[in-house]
């Protein structure tokens, strides 16, 4: 098969990514009420930046084999940093400079420093998680803007819809590890994978992580009146419907969740 020339190409990335952007988000809401999620602007404002907890944004993972055993202080939201540990498991990370892409609150990225003991910068576009990162995490660095070519290791926990902005794909250098785990819709994992097919990237690794996600996440749900007496009733209730809300989406099968390894 000939290779595409870059008009060919473009044109067919625009395709795809006219709509994903938008499908990828709207999957991850659409049986929400209220239209909330763990990336919301609404949710941290409430429920997050002046309570008395650190709540991973991401979904949770099902315990895995690693050498690691949790800190006391790690142990609140057990399956999240199960999520984030498993993103650098079996990986080579060294001497790699990591970067997590839509960090979020950055609690991830503290996780990945204080286990794996490598370095790992943060990256939101939303100014007011990375004020609360910085804060909370201060010898952390976390930012709004940074140049990806300085790093050979882009992580996207529950972000991967950022790699449908043109722009973004074509700042990575030659080289770079991407490591993808989020949630997809078939049609969302099919655009996912044409437009890795499209750049000419190779996938290493495709993971179905499905079960170990519910698994996950009906351990949180059944726990977390126990791990959070401290934090009011309607915070953790907040958490609790998104958490519900997730998991009845796996169980009909609208989603499914994936661990792509993905070199440039």
């Not at 009420?33 to 907890?53: A, C, G, H, I, T």
């Not at 940093?81 to 892409?101: F, G, Q, S």
């Not at 503290?110 to 943060?122: N, P, T």
């Not at 882009?154 to 449908?164: A, I, V, Y």
């Amino acid at each position: 098969m000939n290779e595409l020339t870059l008009e060919q190409k473009e044109k067919l990335f625009a395709d795809i990514t006219a709509t994903a952007d938008t499908a990828i988000r709207e999957s991850k809401i659409q049986l929400s009420d209220p239209m909330l999620n763990l990336s919301d602007m609404e949710f941290f404002n409430k429920y997050v930046k002046d309570v008395r907890w650190h709540p991973l944004q991401n979904h949770g993972l099902e315990e895995f084999h690693t050498p690691f055993h949790l800190e006391t202080a790690d142990q609140d939201f057990p399956g999240q940093v199960n999520a984030y540990l498993d993103l650098l498991h079996e990986i080579p990370t060294t001497p790699a400079k990591i970067l997590d892409v839509g960090c979020g609150w950055g609690r991830g990225v503290d996780i990945l420093r204080k286990y794996y003991k490598v370095d790992v910068h943060g990256i939101d576009i939303q100014q007011p998680f990375i004020d609360y990162a910085n804060k909370t995490y201060p010898g952390n660095k976390y930012f709004t803007d940074v140049d990806i070519t300085d790093y050979n290791v882009l992580l996207f926990m529950d972000s991967m819809h950022l790699m449908f902005s043109h722009k973004f794909i074509n700042s990575i250098a030659q080289g770079t590890l991407l490591v993808v785990s989020d949630f997809f819709t078939p049609d969302t994992l099919e655009e996912f994978k044409n437009m890795i097919q499209i750049e000419r990237f190779e996938c290493v690794l495709e993971k179905d992580q499905t079960d170990a996600v519910m698994k996950a996440i009906v351990r949180d749900i059944d726990t977390l009146k126990a791990r959070f007496k401290h934090i009011d009733k309607h915070i953790v209730n907040a958490y609790k419907h998104i958490q519900l809300n997730t998991l009845h989406q796996f169980k009909i099968g609208h989603t499914k969740q994936y661990k792509f390894v993905i070199k440039t």
